[in-house]
């Protein structure tokens, strides 16, 4: 009698631990199917929580990607590497790049039939190889990801240990760098890519299956079980697409842009309507996606206020201009870094700079796009008919300026604006645009006089000015 409890308790108590519903044991698939990328790192991120909030007993990722940005892949090899949960790879074919080292961070790798891992090599847009600078780096992070799943111990007969590891860390670094010799598989003139069947070979495949169910039922040895795919919306492809660092070094142009030429020209119109819609494109998703906090934009808005204070109300260009300056830069870099209020503990140096390069670099960038684009306009070619290019001779009846600004030469009026060197005066009951002919800051309220007249635009003096 006695031993029949304890068997009922036992089964009431394994009852209990496998789940009162009696549900199967759930594990997650994460597409990573492009390149990976913005879009890529957030599918992780949201895929990654869902796993979590559900207590999945894996996550499976199903790749076939060329690779992409080291920076969004750097990010999801350290989310692998730091998870409780086990990661799996499924190589669908192909893990090249980026995706390599994805794949080698996750606990196990499994591929397909005709599947690639390898050539890691850091490139840039045309597919040249960067210098060396970026393929140091790229060597150490893909060895040391290597080297995050340590050593196999195993003990010779004669006694002798020998340490193998579980991820030869130099096969990692020979899928960078055509240096790299490892004896038996690469000869050095090569970046290495490794098939199937090779990378069984040499520890970088626990074995060839055509399929998840494969993986989970005959690798982890568990034949009732639910799938759940993670499933992207439409909310996190667009937040993807506006956290990519080439859109956002243009909405940082933008609104660079859009606030300088708000400032030379009085009244509201386009360019501050560009620059709002782009602030919001810019620092929307960072707000939602955790990354950018409110104080973070009130500093950016507090930068705009005092260029605002500077330009209109206080003459010159000092405190206030730079300060200005140092709050817009400052709320756009911020809002990159994945920072607690003031407390920058836990943001790396290479996060840091990674922000600050991101700014500057689109605002560069984005600058010399503009030029460039700005000598094509009107010109042969697409951008022929962004401009006119009917000419408007005197033949026609057109002439440069008007007879009306050429006679107010030498008359007198008074200043309703400061001139820093340009402003509005008025001369009788009308307002006209001016420029002190020196370059010198007039204060309004100043009696002027008309000295020149070009391209309908007055050039003016003070009336005691001695070189009237």
């Not at 997650?28 to 879009?39: R, V």
């Not at 909030?53 to 996550?59: M, R």
């Not at 842009?257 to 560009?274: K, R, W």
């Not at 340009?422 to 009788?428: N, Q, T």
């Amino acid at each position: 009698m006695k031993k029949f409890w304890i068997i009922t308790i036992i089964s009431l108590f394994t009852y209990i631990q496998v789940g009162y519903s009696g549900e199967k044991p759930l594990y997650y698939k994460i597409d990573i199917k492009k390149e990976i990328g913005s879009t890529t790192w957030r599918y992780m991120q949201r895929g990654y929580k869902e796993a979590v909030d559900h207590d999945a007993q894996g996550i499976i990722l199903h790749m076939n990607t060329y690779g992409g940005t080291v920076v969004h892949a750097d990010s999801i090899r350290t989310l692998i590497l730091n998870s409780a949960i086990p990661v799996y790879a499924f190589i669908d074919n192909n893990a090249a790049s980026a995706g390599a080292l994805i794949a080698i961070a996750c606990d196990s790798i499994y591929m397909r039939p005709g599947g690639n891992i390898g050539a890691a090599t850091v490139v840039n847009e045309t597919g040249a190889a960067m210098p060396d600078k970026y393929q140091s780096y790229m060597r150490a992070t893909i060895r040391s990801t290597a080297e995050a799943h340590g050593k196999d111990t195993t003990i010779t007969l004669s006694g002798d240990t020998v340490i193998k590891w579980l991820r030869d860390p130099l096969i990692a670094e020979a899928m960078v760098d055509t240096r790299i010799v490892v004896p038996g598989l690469d000869d050095s003139t090569k970046v290495l890519t490794l098939t199937a069947q090779e990378a069984l070979k040499w520890g970088y495949n626990e074995a060839i299956v055509n399929n998840v169910h494969e993986i989970v039922t005959e690798r982890l040895g568990v034949p009732e079980y639910t799938l759940q795919t993670f499933k992207p919306s439409v909310y996190d492809d667009l937040v993807g697409f506006l956290l990519n660092p080439a859109l956002q070094a243009i909405l940082i142009m933008i609104i660079i842009g859009g606030i300088y030429f708000e400032l030379q020209t009085p009244g509201i119109g386009f360019p501050s309507a560009a620059a709002l819609i782009a602030a919001v494109l810019y620092f929307a998703p960072l707000y939602l996606d955790g990354l950018a906090a409110s104080w973070e934009i009130l500093i950016f808005i507090a930068g705009i206020i005092l260029m605002v204070l500077e330009l209109i109300v206080i003459p010159g260009f000092g405190v206030a201009g730079i300060l200005g300056i140092i709050c817009m830069l400052a709320g756009l870099v911020l809002a990159l870094v994945n920072n607690v209020d003031f407390d920058f503990e836990g943001v790396s140096s290479r996060e840091m700079n990674r922000g600050i390069f991101t700014v500057i670099s689109g605002l560069v960038c984005a600058f010399i796009l503009v030029i460039y684009l700005s000598h094509k306009i009107g010109r042969k070619g697409i951008l022929h008919h962004l401009a006119l290019d009917s000419s408007q001779s005197v033949e026609k009846g057109f002439i440069a300026v008007s007879s009306e600004y050429m006679d107010m030469v030498g008359q007198e009026g008074v200043t309703v604006t400061i001139l820093r060197p340009s402003g509005k005066v008025r001369i009788g009951e009308d307002d006209y645009d001016a420029v002190s002919l020196y370059n010198k800051f007039i204060e309004r309220g100043t009696p002027v006089r008309v000295v020149k007249v070009e391209n309908a635009q007055l050039y003016v003096v003070t009336i005691d000015n001695k070189e009237k």
